[in-house]
């Protein structure tokens, strides 16, 4: 982008230099600021309406669309509250909590709670022009944060941003420039997250074909016996998983020294195949009450809750005092197992999709330890799966290079 021919100082240290025919102004000179409000959540007739209400919580430094929203109020719960009606084309910034600072474009008529403030009604601005410009000045806004916990910022704060202002003909130039660019970014994101996604189900049938069928497609076949299972090489063995397995096999004592110190893996610190953070240090007096399950090297993990999440990961290297909550079936593999093997088996689409079919419950649906003991698995010769693992690891490797 070209360099304008004339500058000027803006007079705002943190600003610097700005193009010589644009101004600085404070927020209060350009529009006007409205502050939501929450009508009484205890009086049925204010809510169930046909008024957009919008949490704080929706605003993500985002373009704002009618579908996002999940609650309405009444006229009565708008003329009973210290909610307003905010106009389309306002943009919104989130007061507290930690969404403080974020920025909303407001694109329908809407009310907000009382963790946001609108600015509407401009005087010589263009809407999307401010929503832009705002989102650059993030900083700005977040240096008046005051508080504790719940910190953030008021309608005060908001009304003495500072900001730069090219003339309406330029805002909208700037404004149509940027929602271009945007629009190619968000789509080149869409590919990649969709191309991701094909490379995610390219992995998933490699591992299933190779811990089901095996790699030498010349291989004569035989039933299994079990009907979910359906063929499988002729030399593989099935046998139930707790035949082949330990599960759950150490726990922790309720006696342990209260200064013993843990490392703890939790559900929500697990997907697929991979721990999101490392695991968290607590002395035994302080850990969660579910810090019981003792982890090994070579140990796969299975959450029982929620098990359409597939929470499952293979511990390679664990720390002397590994700990896994009780939400997990901690499953060792005996001798004659590859680890990383029972991992893949463990992890593969037709096993995972009868643990959760067995599951019970709605909002969690969960499955005993024992019960997964009771699934059968299919194996071959300890030689045939290292052999196997050495084929998945180096297909993965290939697919990661893409």
Not at 148 to 160: C, D, F, H, L, P
Not at 277 to 291: I, N
């Amino acid at each position: 982008m070209k360099r304008y021919e004339k500058y000027k100082p803006s007079g705002i240290e943190w600003i610097g230099e700005i193009p010589a025919h644009w101004e600085v102004k404070k927020v209060k000179y350009i529009g006007k600021t409205l502050a939501g409000g929450t009508p009484s959540t205890s009086n049925r007739e204010f809510w169930n309406g046909n008024i957009p209400w919008l949490q704080s919580g929706k605003v993500q430094n985002n373009i704002i669309e009618l579908k996002q929203v999940n609650k309405f109020i009444t006229e009565k719960g708008l003329n009973n509250s210290a909610t307003k009606l905010i106009k389309s084309k306002s943009v919104l910034i989130a007061l507290t909590g930690a969404t403080c600072g974020n920025i909303g474009y407001l694109t329908f008529p809407s009310t907000a709670n009382q963790s946001v403030v609108a600015i509407e009604n401009y005087s010589n601005s263009i809407a999307k022009f401010l929503f832009y410009n705002l989102l650059s000045q993030r900083e700005q806004i977040l240096i008046h944060k005051s508080g504790g916990a719940q910190s953030g910022i008021n309608e005060e704060n908001v009304k003495n941003l500072v900001l730069t202002l090219p003339p309406p003909n330029e805002q909208t130039a700037i404004a149509n420039y940027l929602d271009r660019k945007t629009a190619q970014i968000d789509e080149l994101i869409a590919g990649k997250k969709r191309l991701i996604e094909l490379y995610e189900e390219e992995k998933t049938a490699i591992i299933n074909q190779a811990v089901t069928k095996g790699i030498n497609p010349n291989v004569p076949m035989k039933d299994s016996g079990i009907e979910w299972i359906g063929e499988i090489p002729a030399h593989w063995e099935v046998k139930k998983l707790k035949y082949v397995a330990n599960i759950n096999a150490n726990t922790i004592s309720e006696r342990t020294n209260k200064d013993f110190r843990l490392k703890y893996i939790d559900i929500g610190n697990v997907e697929f195949g991979i721990l999101k953070e490392k695991p968290k240090e607590y002395l035994f007096s302080a850990a969660p009450s579910r810090a019981r399950r003792i982890v090994k090297s070579g140990d796969t993990l299975i959450s029982t809750v929620r098990t359409y999440l597939k929470a499952i990961i293979f511990i390679e290297n664990a720390d002397e005092n590994l700990i896994a909550s009780t939400g997990f079936a901690v499953i060792s593999p005996s001798n004659n197992f590859n680890p990383n093997y029972f991992f893949y088996i463990l992890s593969s689409e037709i096993l995972i999709q009868n643990i959760t079919a067995n599951s019970v419950g709605v909002s969690y649906p969960a499955i005993n330890a024992s019960e997964i003991g009771n699934f059968f698995i299919w194996f071959p010769p300890l030689e045939e799966q290292t052999a196997i693992v050495e084929y998945i690891e180096k297909e993965i490797a290939r697919i990661n290079t893409k």
